[in-house]
């Protein structure tokens, strides 16, 4: 549906005298998407809080103090309260503090990880995709050796072998996602490859490398930001798993899955100490997921 | 001779999935002179579109070259490594292509597709930093801006100005056709091949694209070789025809002796096949391409000709000179009366 309106305008446009901007048309479907599924719009509402409380959660919680190694036992194991809205945890903390200062975390990890996968798997995936061939099966085979392997299990080994820290944890999960970035990426790039364009561009002169990254990887920007949406979720349940098993970052610093295993010992009486984090990594993830596929129709229509 | 492409006996096959040999060229010579049109007409599946790609050396990875030459700047192509041959597309040779609308690419825009040709065209190593050298220099950015409103203006495209930022997706179909010519000119070729340019575009733009393109060939003296199906096109730009059928030449002259006396069989009944704006009752050709497996010896087309002898069937037919400079392979072009 909205796919033909996109395209009706098109072509008026082609025919039109005046210049017809592009991005007029993009956002205003963009919009009516939107409109229409107010999911992606929640998606993209916890999104942008959890980019606030990430980039600025140290100045907007009600008590910074309580974010490291502080100690407070004469307010330890409050219910959720007004002055404490999420209740406060083993040595006094305040718990909503720490979940918001938490999210700076898993966005790092979030963020370095995925930079890390894309920078790694989309050139091997359309290098294999393009180049083919020998080149091509060897590149893939090592990809499909790692895909073999589960991510969880590959992860905790590295972590392990190498000690647990925030360095370690981000190169850990990359080493594990850029499959699935290559895998994307030589699918597309199989796709694309076989356009007229590419053989445009080659009887123009274009050489084997113009046209991999100059012709073919342009065309993968909007899957590519689809799955950098839905990953960041995934990649966070993650990052969050290795919290919980004591893999990842570590206590003082406030990350939600190390919230969870900390408030898991004062189950069920103190149940906000799990609560909160564990609720905090469910909205995030399926913030991230609503906004994927919001993203997914929108970019999907333009093509 | 002033030749600046010439053909020999160019042979290209695959082996299909069943291990069998499937021959798609046998033997195909061309030869074009500078400032030459010649045109390549034929059925679909004839061989017209692979003999192209095999000249622009982009024939896909499964077909492979059995034989012949193509001589082109004193070079046979098919010796040429990948680099001396990305060297010369666009320049020593290029490509207007069939399907205007998915020949450009969609994420970029009409002045993007045109940077780096403009750039860097004709260089075969560049590094990431000679990349982006251009791009970051404001000057050359608007030099190299000012050179495709320049190109865009040569092809007759209204307000290039505005066009430059446009994307292909904003484009109609015959917009999209000038913006590719200009793209093939660009680099000041000496051959432009031409795959039925105006197939997907409705007739009338078809006709301004032609003429565009007939106009532009002939200004700067380049060769053209002109690939359809259409004999009404083929007619009105050519110098000399190449009908092919089944990956043969089978007739080979000047424009208005092959349209007016044709000798070959297939020939005569191209040419009634076109459909007229007359009364006359349509006829065309019986019968469709053989499969190339099964062609073997003799003359592909002795299945569907109406004058077949056995003889036909008996051995390969060469060219036969009928005229001057028209040659055609039949048995029996020298008996037959074949109205045109």
């Known amino acids: 549906m909205s796919d033909k309106t996109q395209n009706d305008k098109s072509v008026a446009g082609g025919l039109e005298d005046g210049p017809v901007s592009v991005e007029v048309s993009s956002w205003r479907v963009a919009a009516e998407i939107l409109r229409k599924s107010p999911l992606s719009l929640v998606g993209l509402f916890i999104v942008v809080a959890v980019l606030v409380m990430a980039i600025f959660g140290p100045w907007i919680v009600p008590f910074p103090d309580d974010v490291g190694a502080t100690v407070n036992f004469a307010e330890r194991l409050q219910p959720p309260s007004a002055k404490h809205w999420f209740g406060t945890d083993i040595v006094g903390r305040d718990v909503l503090s720490r979940v918001i200062v938490g999210a700076r975390i898993s966005m790092i990890i979030a963020f370095f990880v995925i930079v890390l996968a894309v920078l790694i798997g989309v050139p091997i995936g359309i290098i294999a995709a393009y180049w083919g061939g020998w080149l091509g099966n060897v590149l893939m085979r090592i990809n499909e050796v790692f895909l073999a392997i589960p991510s969880l299990v590959f992860v905790l080994a590295v972590a392990a072998l190498l000690g647990p820290s925030l360095p370690v944890v981000i190169a850990a999960i990359g080493l594990a996602w850029w499959t699935w970035f290559a895998r994307l990426a030589y699918g597309e790039a199989l796709h694309i490859k076989e356009e007229q364009f590419v053989e445009a561009a080659q009887v123009s002169g274009a050489g084997g490398l113009r046209i991999a990254f100059g012709e073919i990887l342009p065309n993968l920007t909007s899957v590519l930001i689809v799955k950098i949406t839905l990953d960041i979720g995934y990649v966070i349940l993650l990052g969050a798993a290795l919290g919980f098993l004591g893999l990842g970052v570590q206590a003082p610093d406030p990350e939600w899955g190390i919230m969870v295993a900390e408030g898991r010992d004062q189950l069920p009486d103190a149940w906000w100490l799990t609560t909160f984090p564990g609720l905090a990594i469910f909205i995030t993830v399926i913030g991230f997921n609503l906004l994927g596929d919001g993203l997914n129709d929108i970019l999907g229509a333009r093509q | ?340």
């Open chain 2, 1 to 340: 001779m002033s030749a600046v492409l010439s053909v020999e006996n160019l042979e290209i096959g695959y082996r299909d999935a069943d291990g069998a040999d499937v021959t798609l060229l046998r033997g195909v010579s061309l030869s074009l002179d500078r400032g030459e049109i010649i045109s390549l007409v034929g059925e679909s599946g004839c061989g017209k579109s692979v003999t192209a790609k095999a000249i622009l050396g982009v024939l896909p990875e499964n077909l492979d070259v059995r034989g012949g030459s193509i001589q082109c700047e004193d070079k046979n192509l098919l010796d040429l490594e990948e680099a001396g041959y990305q060297a010369m597309r666009g320049r020593a040779f290029t490509l207007v292509p069939q399907h205007p609308l998915s020949s450009l690419n969609p994420v970029f825009t009409v002045g993007a597709q045109f940077f780096d040709l403009i750039a860097f065209q004709g260089r075969t190593r560049v590094g990431v930093i000679d990349y982006w050298r251009p791009r970051l220099n404001l000057a050359r950015r608007r030099e190299i801006r000012e050179r495709t409103i320049a190109a865009l203006r040569e092809v007759s495209l209204p307000s290039p100005e505005e066009l430059v930022d446009r994307y292909p997706l904003q484009l109609s179909g015959g917009q999209s056709q000038r913006v590719l010519i200009a793209l093939a000119l660009l680099g000041d070729p000496k051959i432009v091949i031409a795959d039925e340019p105006g197939t997907a575009l409705d007739v009338t733009i078809e006709a301004q694209i032609n003429d565009l393109l007939l106009e532009r060939v002939q200004a700067r003296h380049t060769s053209m070789i002109y690939i359809t199906h259409d004999l009404g096109i083929a007619s009105q730009l050519a110098d000399r025809v190449y009908v092919m059928y089944a990956g043969r030449v089978v007739e080979e002259g000047p424009t208005a002796r092959v349209f007016s006396a044709p000798k070959h069989p297939y020939t005569a009944g191209l040419i009634k096949a076109v459909p007229k704006v007359t009364n006359e009752p349509f006829s065309g050709i019986r019968g469709t391409l053989p499969d190339p497996k099964a062609i073997g010896e003799g003359c592909a087309f002795r299945w569907r000709c109406p004058y077949v002898t056995d003889a036909c069937a008996a051995a390969v037919l060469p060219l036969d000179e009928v005229g001057a400079g028209h040659r055609a392979a039949c048995i029996r072009s020298r008996e037959l009366e074949l109205a045109s």
